[in-house]
Each structure stands twice: as C-alpha cells, then as structure tokens.
C-alpha cells in the first residue's frame, strides 16, 4: 500500500524559511516523479512543484520560483520541499502525490 508522511511544516513570519519532508512506502520510490501541491483555506488544490524520478528535472510553479526548491533523497525515500521568502499566500495545506495519491498533509502558515 501505498503510503506518504509530510511533515516540517508550521508557523513563520514572512520572509521566513520552512523545509517539508515527505517519506515515502509501499512502492519504488526512487522509480516514480512526485509531487508537492497545496490547498489554501477556502480555495482548491495547487500544483506547486514536481520532480523526476532518479536525477531528474523539477518544474515549479510561476507563483513560488525562485522562493521553492524540490528535492529528493532516493536512499531514504524522502522528498523535500524547501521554501525560502514565504509569503502570507503561501499558507495553505501541503501535500506530497504521487499518481494522485496524497498524504496527510502538514499546515504551513505564514503570518506575522
């Protein structure tokens, strides 16, 4: 069975940094691209980011480059999402997918 666990996520003023982690299990991590979306209060799923399997290439999304950073770790079975310059639109449920399947989500906030 498929499963995902983000974590990493929190409370940050604006212009603050936040790593989120997602860990992966129940299939060939290293063989699958995967991906970060997000969910704002009140609105609907985002795509944010999406990576390659192996060394592959990333794409983001207009609204976070230059700010996010996606990368994985295939010996731990683990993606990254670093955030740097967060803004209060950045808040919002983020979720790792992978062929539509989501994980629990961790809730990032950033206020001052």
């Known amino acids: 069975e498929v499963q995902l666990v983000e974590s990493g996520g929190g409370l940050v003023q604006p212009g603050g940094s936040l790593r989120l982690s997602c860990v992966g299990s129940?299939?060939?991590?290293?063989?699958?691209?995967m991906s970060w979306v997000r969910q704002a209060p009140g609105k609907g799923l985002e795509w944010v980011s999406t990576i390659s399997s192996g060394f592959g290439p990333t794409t983001v999304a207009d609204s976070v480059k230059g700010r996010f950073t996606t990368s994985r770790d295939n010996s731990v079975n683990t993606l990254y999402l670093q955030m740097n310059n967060l803004k209060p639109e950045d808040t919002a449920v983020y979720y790792c997918q992978i062929n539509g399947k989501r994980g629990q989500g961790t809730q990032v906030t950033v206020s001052s």
């Open positions: 129940g299939f060939a991590f290293s063989s699958f691209g």
